[in-house]
């Protein structure tokens, strides 16, 4: 049996999460859940079907009616509330902690997680690639186990060799739903657009990055922390199907690839039992029918996310964490209609250099990038965010001006 501790208990994440967990009672047991609060009466749902200890909760202003729905249904748990919650939740006593929480706000709670020294299934990439080192460091040999399709489908193919055999990795992308199309055809693209996915269902954030492949320039700097392989090493395929997750190439010519239908409650599941598996954590292929799996090349010039993640990747430092947070302003920005698609990469761009050329007279940009990798900290990576969002919104403002 073992104790886990759910961060992002209401998102996607966390509820196809708490599917695996009710259908493997006597395999694993909720003892604590943290959210941002915004869907209270399911926070306190899963309260009561677990019987938790604790709920965090990050709003303040949820936190009475977060309470009023945990009593009436019955249930008293200890409620910590605001900022803090999801890292006290973290260090909670278990055995593994789920971090599916999205964005930078991540990063305390996994280093939490981490210190406590509880397994980290880790859904929340942008922890582990603006934290870097601070991240890496932290963690102990497999304590880290990633929940990513495409990371769980490396962890799993890299069992068939030692790392000294790898030759490449090899990063599956959907290509998103406008797979295809030219940078220009991109110019009109409207969010409504940009989140109907074809493959996955998921949240805006996530769901647009995978429009403008920013999520997999992303993944790309997940693979190279959570397997020490060198950039030149990892690659990005288009395979619109997403039936194979990803891919290593051992030195020898042959590839091992991992293959499911795409439903996240696989990574799910073996982040939460690593290295076990989980009996029909969910359905596998159908063989007795015909089907037919495409990979092409990646466009750079329409999608030209992963090389710049590649950039700040190389870069290390706080470079990572201006790439995460640019992108996160400017998707905010083109979801409330302030801004274009194509505008999204491009100020993502515009920011970085200026972080790497310490261009910028309103903070220090570059200093970060400058540093040695073990000497920045926690909050070198926050001020560093902070600053890329600030800059990414005062780019976007001039670029509508135009």
């Known amino acids: 049996m073992r104790l886990v501790s759910l961060l992002g208990s209401t998102g996607s994440i966390g509820t196809q999460a708490i599917d695996v967990i009710s259908r493997n009672p006597d395999s694993f047991k909720v003892v604590a859940i943290a959210a941002g609060g915004g869907r209270p009466q399911l926070l306190a749902d899963q309260a009561a079907q677990f019987g938790v200890a604790v709920v965090g909760v990050a709003d303040p202003t949820m936190a009475g009616v977060v309470r009023a729905r945990l009593d009436a249904a019955g249930v008293s748990p200890e409620l910590l509330v605001g900022p803090d919650a999801a890292n006290q939740i973290a260090a909670w006593p278990c055995d593994t902690v789920l971090n599916g929480m999205d964005g930078a706000a991540g990063l305390r709670p996994t280093l939490a ?91 805006p954030l996530v769901t647009t990055n995978s429009a403008t492949l920013v999520n997999k320039g992303l993944e790309v700097i997940e693979a190279h922390l959570l397997f020490d392989i060198p950039f030149d090493r990892i690659e990005v395929v288009v395979h619109p199907q997403s039936i194979v997750h990803s891919m290593v190439e051992f030195v020898d010519g042959s590839t091992i690839a991992q293959a499911s239908p795409p439903d996240m409650r696989l990574p799910i599941a073996m982040g939460l039992a690593w290295p076990d598996r989980v009996a029909e954590a969910a359905p596998g292929l159908d063989w ?65 250099d200026e972080h790497l050329d310490g261009a910028s007279s309103t903070a220090d940009p570059g200093s970060g990038s400058s540093r040695a990798a073990s000497s920045f900290t926690v909050e070198d990576v926050l001020e560093a965010d902070r600053w890329a969002r600030q800059r990414a919104t005062e780019v976007l403002s001039v670029q509508n001006q135009h």
């Not at 030759?167 to 992308?173: D, G, H, I, P, Y």
């Not at 290509?175 to 074809?198: D, K, M, N, Q």
């Open 113 to 203: 997680a981490l210190a406590a020294g509880h397994r980290l299934a880790l859904a929340n990439k942008e922890s582990l690639i603006i934290g870097g080192p601070l991240v890496t460091a932290a963690a102990s040999p497999g304590q880290i186990v990633p929940v990513d399709s495409e990371h769980s489908a490396l962890a799993q193919c890299l069992r068939g060799g030692r790392h000294e055999e790898v030759l490449r990795l090899v990063l599956t992308a959907s290509g998103g739903p406008f797979r295809g199309r030219t940078r220009s055809e991109l110019a009109t693209v409207t969010p409504t657009e940009a989140l109907a996915h074809p493959t996955w269902d998921m949240g």
């Open 288 to 352: 007795t029918r015909a089907a037919a799996w495409e990979f092409s090349p990646l466009d750079s010039e329409a999608f030209p996310a992963v090389n710049l993640a590649r950039r700040a990747g190389a870069a290390g430092g706080t470079a990572p964490a201006v790439f995460n947070a640019a992108n996160e302003a400017a998707v905010t920005a083109f979801l409330a209609g302030q801004t274009s698609f194509l505008a999204i990469v491009d100020a993502i761009g515009v920011v970085l």
